[in-house]
């Protein structure tokens, strides 16, 4: 019986504290929607972070390095990038080809600043997979090293965590560092790019 009285007893107070938390909790103001129109409209306008992706699209040969075990000496290849600017100076595209590990290798990607998000976002498909890799992070206060992170599932289960970091060193040099983590394992270089512009 006291058990019965112990459970209404807090049945009650569950349902007093419940009805407080309700009166206390004002209904959030909902927008005009020709504001909101208008807010997405000026989201949707390129900015100075999209000027300086703009100052990349041309064509490129590309010098890239591969660690695949820390201490090895990195495997060396070359290759070529077209970079431009698409859907009215809002992304830019890049079309690699050349050589992965001693085979040929294409890939694309496409980066991003997100306006809402106040974030960059990078996506990247290539002919080593059937996946997308996703990427996204900030840049330093001139815009011209970007610091990217994100993760793809490895065989057997688990992910290998990844972060990159991109540098505009000037208008005709920019380079592309990989690093990545096993699990809890320490990060290693696993990549680094070097852009030379053609044109």
């Given at each position: 019986m006291r058990l019965i009285h112990l459970a209404v007893a807090g049945l009650c107070v569950a349902l007093t504290v419940s009805v407080a938390m309700a009166k206390e909790k004002k209904p959030e103001k909902q927008m005009d929607m020709q504001a909101v129109m208008e807010a997405y409209a000026k989201l949707a306008e390129p900015g100075e972070p999209h000027k300086q992706l703009a100052s990349l699209a041309g064509?490129?040969?590309?010098?890239?390095?591969?660690?695949?075990?820390?201490?090895?000496?990195?495997?060396?290849?070359?290759?070529?990038?077209?970079?431009?600017?698409?859907?009215?100076g809002r992304f830019l595209q890049q079309e690699f080809s050349g050589e992965m590990m001693g085979h040929p290798y294409s890939g694309m990607g496409i980066s991003a600043y997100d306006n809402l998000l106040k974030r960059?976002?990078?996506?990247?498909?290539?002919?080593?997979?059937t996946g997308v890799f996703v990427m996204d992070g900030t840049a330093s206060a001139d815009g011209k090293t970007i610091t990217l992170k994100g993760q793809h599932a490895e065989l057997g289960g688990g992910h290998m965590t990844h972060r990159a970091v991109w540098k505009i060193v000037d208008g005709n040099t920019q380079t592309f560092e990989m690093y990545g983590t096993h699990g809890h394992g320490k990060e290693m270089k696993m990549m680094e790019i070097t852009y030379t512009r053609k044109s």
């Open positions: 064509n490129w040969t590309t010098q890239t390095k591969e660690w695949m075990e820390p201490g090895k000496p990195p495997t060396e290849s070359t290759g070529s990038v077209e970079m431009k600017m698409v859907l009215g960059y976002v990078s996506t990247w498909i290539d002919t080593m997979g």
